[in-house]
């Protein structure tokens, strides 16, 4: 599940953002200013950061500035400030996004998401596919009568072949998807993970990956 760390000195604002979060099934982390936010940081890992721009001790141009020079993750800035000189501010600090008070928290969400896929940050660890379910935090595919346990890559494979069954994914596509866009390996190690899964799975009748010729992979329905 990715961690969500939520930065605003208005405790209403980020009680709000963080209920909507963890309704959406994301860990959430708060930090009522830029400087609570770095000592959080410090003591765990995010996947985005959630900024207001008015805060004291450290406000959200500058924790923004600071979160581009020393980590990858997505920024979404929440303020109360509109005007375009502003946003040209947020975006020129680094922000990704820019959402105005007052906002729909179901927009929040949605902006959220997207910005997690824009990074090829898994939102789901798990997903269940009849009895069988699989796990990304503890890296394993199970059903009532067995368990097994995967590599980190094969399991983020399997679990994102599994959220649209019978859907062809091009070796082009899952090598972004899993691998990330900056990846300079070639695009048969999807190959070498896929035969690798299916040795895995052959106690899982119903997972079969299927390979289209000339196109890719899928995973087809399980009933």
């Excluded at 997505?74 to 400030?81: H, N, R, S, Y």
């Excluded at 935090?137 to 009568?145: A, F, K, M, P």
């Amino acid at each position: 599940m990715a961690v969500i760390l939520v930065v605003d000195d208005d405790d209403h604002i980020r009680q709000l953002i963080s209920l909507y979060l963890t309704k959406n099934h994301f860990d959430v982390i708060e930090a009522k200013n830029g400087a609570e936010a770095i000592e959080k940081l410090d003591q765990t890992a995010i996947d985005l950061a959630i900024v207001d721009i008015m805060m004291p001790k450290m406000d959200g141009i500058e924790l923004t500035k600071e979160l581009r020079a020393y980590y990858e993750i997505p920024i979404l800035m929440v303020t109360a400030k509109g005007d375009s000189e502003d946003k040209i501010i947020g975006f020129e600090a680094g922000t990704d996004d820019y959402l105005v008070k007052p906002f729909d928290p179901i927009e929040l969400v949605l902006r959220v998401k997207a910005l997690l896929k824009r990074y090829n940050v898994n939102v789901e660890r798990r997903n269940k596919l009849g009895e069988i379910e699989i796990d990304l935090d503890r890296l394993t595919v199970s059903n009532q009568e067995t368990t097994v346990e995967l590599k980190r890559k094969e399991c983020e494979l399997l679990l994102e072949l599994s959220f649209e069954p019978g859907r062809i994914f091009t070796r082009a596509q899952l090598v972004e998807k899993i691998w990330g866009y900056d990846y300079e390996g070639d695009e048969r190690t999807v190959d070498v993970h896929i035969k690798r899964l299916r040795e895995k799975l052959t106690d899982f009748d119903q997972l079969t990956i299927t390979t289209v010729r000339g196109l890719g992979y899928r995973l087809e329905d399980v009933d």
